[in-house]
């Protein structure tokens, strides 16, 4: 019987053909829409992509991609839906999603990575020493930031002895200038030399290097990273600050209004930060990509993802595993 176009209208305005949209089959994947993901570029960000990535494509069917760029050229582009998700939104630290926020073109949902800090750290040795090792603690008093002021010939600095050597972020990154102001608010800048290593990995490797040899090294520091997994380490105390910070998944305004069914698996995902540092420390150990270790996390802890799917769902992921 041939429906009339007044007819049909009527009938889709009182809900009666509404439903035939509903399905998951017909949301933003099944009408044939791409879910592009931000190509972040560090570790924790992009293991989470690669895992979202494979969750919505074998689970529930969608066709992903992700675009490379900084972080600041991706959530602008979240904020105009050229891209669908990032991953790994520190929410707050960014002017660029603060602005898309506030003129709601982006929206943060669920908490992929709960615990994501970030601070000066030491070896652990360093104050409890560790006897396996044959090392005496140096600092056994070293609690908070104010402490170091007594502590400077533990971290000497060997180009400039008469003070300590604080490991700074490389120059040019946000924490670098936060981190160069701590200095002058505890007293700190007459004590120690602000020292900025070339690169994010020129830092890995001045930590890795002095733990191994058994030397203090004082540093800035996040987590989660592979680095966090490698070695003991301690978080000084900043009295009056804290620098727990929130992560999100980003989404853009236009996604997260029109797939409801894949926002609510996306808020759910959650990577337990222990469990995360040590797949990352794998990563590096291991020389695995991520897409690789996406793979073997998936595939090795189905009581984490579990769940975040529909059982239907579970039942496919687990067959393409």
Avoid at 96 to 124: C, D, L, M, S
Avoid at 144 to 149: E, G, I, M, S
Wanted: contains cysteine; charged residues 25%; aromatic residues 8%.
């Amino acid at each position: 019987m041939q429906i009339n176009k007044t007819l049909l209208a009527t009938l889709i305005s009182i809900g009666l053909l509404g439903a035939v949209g509903s399905s998951q089959a017909a949301g933003w994947c099944g009408s044939g829409k791409v879910v592009k993901f931000a190509g972040l570029n560090w570790e924790s960000g992009m293991l989470l992509t690669d895992v979202m990535q494979f969750v919505l494509k074998n689970g529930y069917g969608c066709e992903t991609d992700s675009l490379p760029g900084n972080s600041i050229t991706m959530e602008q582009a979240l904020a105009n839906n050229d891209i669908q998700v990032f991953a790994e939104e520190w929410v707050g630290r960014s002017d660029a999603w603060n602005k898309a926020e506030a003129a709601n073109k982006v929206v943060g949902v669920g908490a992929p990575i709960v615990g994501a800090t970030e601070g000066w750290y030491v070896p652990r040795f360093v104050i409890e020493g560790d006897s396996s090792r044959g090392i005496e603690a140096k600092a056994p008093k070293l609690k908070t930031v104010k402490d170091l002021a007594q502590y400077a010939e533990v971290f000497r600095d060997q180009e400039e002895p008469d003070k300590g050597r604080f490991y700074n972020c490389p120059a040019g990154w946000t924490c670098e200038l936060e981190n160069s102001d701590m200095l002058k608010k505890y007293g700190l800048a007459d004590r120690y030399t602000n020292f900025r290593p070339g690169t994010g990995p020129a830092l890995d490797a001045a930590v890795l290097s002095s733990y191994k040899r058994k030397e203090p090294i004082l540093f800035y520091y996040w987590s989660p990273t592979p680095l966090m997994g490698q070695v003991d380490l301690v978080k000084l105390d900043e009295p009056g600050v804290n620098k727990d910070v929130s992560i999100k998944v980003g989404l853009s305004k236009a996604f997260h209004d029109e797939a409801p069914e894949l926002v609510a698996v996306l808020q759910k995902v959650n990577l337990p930060i222990e469990l995360l540092n040590q797949s990352l420390a794998k990563m590096a150990n291991e020389k695995m990509s991520s897409e690789q270790l996406a793979h073997a996390f998936l595939k090795e802890h189905p009581e984490v993802w579990h769940t975040w799917v529909s059982d239907d769902a579970a039942k496919k992921i687990d067959s393409a595993l």
